[in-house]
């Protein structure tokens, strides 16, 4: 069974950092390119950034390059999200998310873990 | 603002149809596939890929189609389960990203 566990969000200062993680398990994690997405309170969804399977390639918004980094460890298949200088704006739920195939489409997805930046 | 429209809610009785669009433009939607995702409150869910493929498991009920610039979610013989919300996502050409409608919130009464 595929799984996707996000974990380390919290709250946080504004001008913090934070560490965001995705278990993988169920999959053969260095096969598949890897996503991050958020969804802000009462808003839609917001892509963050793709990882392509050894890390060699990374698509992300514009919005976050330079204080978000996107990384990934096969050996432990996982996935990871540093989230520095952080605004208020940033406050959201954060989603893991395995991209299947050609398509690009999200085929599972994580439960989320929300972070909340305040002071 | 979203890139991708989509209308804000929905609604329809148990058992009855409902379309929901999503509208986009040349650099989006026309030119690459379309995904739908049903956010009901745990795990988000992917229910159509490739424009109108289901993944093993998304009931016949829930079907997708594309043309031009818009795409369609269509969910026939509504249940109190099928309430959520739910958005269409795409690769944009230009933005060089996924961009995803604002959501649509679907209530079965």
């Known amino acids: 069974e595929v799984q996707l566990v996000d974990s380390g969000g919290g709250l946080v200062q504004p001008g913090g950092s934070l560490r965001l993680s995705c278990a993988a398990s169920g999959f053969p994690f260095t096969k598949y390119w890897m996503s991050w997405v958020r969804q802000a309170p009462g808003k839609g969804l917001e892509w963050l950034a793709n990882?392509?399977?050894?890390?060699?390639?990374?698509d992300s918004v514009d919005s976050v390059k330079g204080r978000f980094t996107v990384f990934r460890d096969n050996t432990k298949n996982s996935l990871y999200l540093q989230m520095n200088n952080l605004r208020a704006e940033d406050t959201a739920v954060y989603y893991c998310a395995r991209i299947g195939g050609a398509s690009s489409a999200f085929d599972y997805w994580g439960h989320g873990t929300l972070v909340t930046v305040s002071a | 603002q979203s890139v991708l429209t989509q209308p804000p809610s929905v609604s329809a009785a148990p058992g009855q149809k409902v379309t929901i669009s999503c509208s986009g433009s040349s650099s989006n939607i026309a030119n690459n596939y379309v995904s739908w995702y049903q956010f009901p409150g745990t795990a988000p869910k992917l229910l159509i890929y490739e424009n109108n493929k289901r993944p093993s498991g998304v009931p016949d009920r829930f079907s997708g189609s594309k043309s031009g610039t818009s795409a369609t979610l269509g969910i026939t013989g509504l249940q109190t389960g099928d309430e959520a919300d739910y958005y269409c996502g795409t690769w944009d050409s230009s933005l060089s990203g996924v961009v995803f409608g604002g959501g649509t919130k679907l209530t079965v009464l």
């Open positions: 990882i392509k399977q050894d890390g060699s390639e990374i």
